[in-house]
């Protein structure tokens, strides 16, 4: 157990480093599978959600060696095809090692994936994808097992943009014969971070980054090297850290073309944004605007993972900000949180309204997922007098070091394990 303790009340003050993207890492972690050599990753993030994809490329048979932010991985000796399900149980991203192993081993055998409970989280769209490509999929014992004689290039054509969906058919892709072509991809800039990795080892990509991708080709190389990019969502935390407790703080390795859904509404809530080459300054000062209304959607899109971030910023805003939920249908669940520290949250279906409050209270509140988290952290840093996060370890699948992040700032937070 995790556990939280806040002061709040406190501005921000300074600078901060962005960690690397835990949604781009991930998927080049299982990427690492289709390379039969050497892979050098840099700039990778220190998460839990990290540890066990390396944990699950130990148990395939690969080499795994970390130093500081820089991991090394050489799966030349990949020696197993089946991931077991207390490995799978731990991340949602696990379900990424069907399609790279599919593609270098031409088989798997895997559970179904864990993660935040958000709702109803389907994997259907994913094996939808590998069959198109030839995958022989059956499920038995609560266990997928996969095989095909031979991948064959395809046209994929996706009804929903799913991000794990088109990281899994670009994978398995690059061991497929001939073209394969993803229409109605994602164009997360996750994709495009993929993409960048598997073209490193040796994959011919083209459309990256927008709703048509064609996968050409595949030679692999021996050695690679790879450089994760900053992570968008640690970014738009810390935005909206500032705009929840006030302060000037300038954010290194951020990309704000990445986040400008939600630098738009920070701006309209009051924030001073001044974007310099990596770097993003932001500066707010007393209680935010009231903005909305806010709908989530796939990128480009408002994230639906800074919805509850967002949120918390705005507790204390003068008016009333609707935000609605399309994305998720369980993604309220921090809002009874919230609420004990004295905001004004109604939700109706996938509907919330926040009625801004002129002052938040100090409570103990329990983190139900790890941007729910996260939004309770930002609410006791703005709120008067001591409050606690109890956790079962969600905040620390997605953010490194975010208690020393912010104690830089000059927040009064301590994190106890």
């Not at 799966?75 to 089946?82: E, G, H």
């Not at 164009?187 to 048509?212: K, V």
């Not at 009231?290 to 919805?307: R, S």
């Amino acid at each position: 157990m995790d556990i939280w303790h806040i002061r709040g009340g406190r501005r921000l003050e300074g600078s901060c480093r962005i960690q690397g993207s835990k949604n781009a890492a991930l998927p080049i972690l299982a990427a690492a599978v289709l390379c039969p050599g050497r892979c050098e990753l840099l700039h990778v993030p220190k998460l839990s959600d990290v540890d066990a994809a390396l944990r699950i490329l130990c148990h395939l048979g690969c080499r795994v060696q970390r130093e500081e932010d820089r991991v090394l991985i050489d799966s030349s000796t990949l020696s197993n095809c089946a991931v077991p399900h207390s490995l799978m149980a731990e991340m949602r991203s696990s379900i990424l090692f069907l399609g790279a192993l599919l593609a270098r081993s031409r088989e798997a055998r895997l559970s179904a994936p864990g993660g935040c409970r958000l709702g109803k989280r389907p994997i259907d769209l994913h094996l939808m994808a590998l069959r198109r490509l030839g995958a022989e999929i059956r499920e038995e014992d609560g266990e997928l097992l996969c095989r095909t004689p031979r991948l064959q290039g395809s046209e994929i054509l996706l009804p929903f943009p799913s991000v794990g969906a088109t990281e899994n058919a670009l994978l398995a892709a690059c061991g497929a014969k001939g073209e394969t072509v993803i229409r109605g991809a994602a164009r997360e800039p996750e994709i495009a971070a993929l993409a960048g990795f598997l073209e490193a080892a040796g994959a011919q990509i083209h459309g990256a980054g927008s709703d048509t991708i064609r996968i050409c080709g595949f030679t692999p190389r021996k050695c690679v090297q790879y450089r994760i990019p900053g992570d968008r969502i640690a970014a738009a935390t810390m935005a909206c850290a500032v705009v929840a407790c006030g302060g000037d703080v300038t954010l290194s390795g951020a990309e704000p073309g990445q986040i400008s859904a939600v630098l738009h509404f920070l701006n309209a809530a009051g924030c001073d944004i001044i974007p310099d080459n990596h770097a993003l300054r932001l500066c707010a000062a007393g209680r935010p605007t009231a903005v909305g209304p806010v709908v989530t959607a796939p990128y480009p899109g408002f994230p639906t993972d800074a919805q509850p971030l967002l949120m918390a910023a705005l507790l204390r805003g003068r008016g009333r900000t609707l935000m609605r939920e399309t994305i998720f249908e369980d993604r309220f669940r921090h809002v009874p949180e919230l609420n004990r520290l004295g905001a004004r949250i109604r939700v109706q279906g996938q509907t919330a309204e926040i009625l801004g409050v002129e002052k938040l209270h100090g409570d103990t509140l329990h983190a139900t997922d790890l941007r729910g988290g996260a939004a309770m952290l930002l609410a006791a840093l703005s709120a008067e007098g001591e409050s606690v996060v109890l956790d079962e370890g969600h905040i620390r699948r997605g953010y490194e070091d975010l208690d020393l992040c912010l104690e830089d700032l000059g927040a009064s937070i301590t994190l106890e394990h």
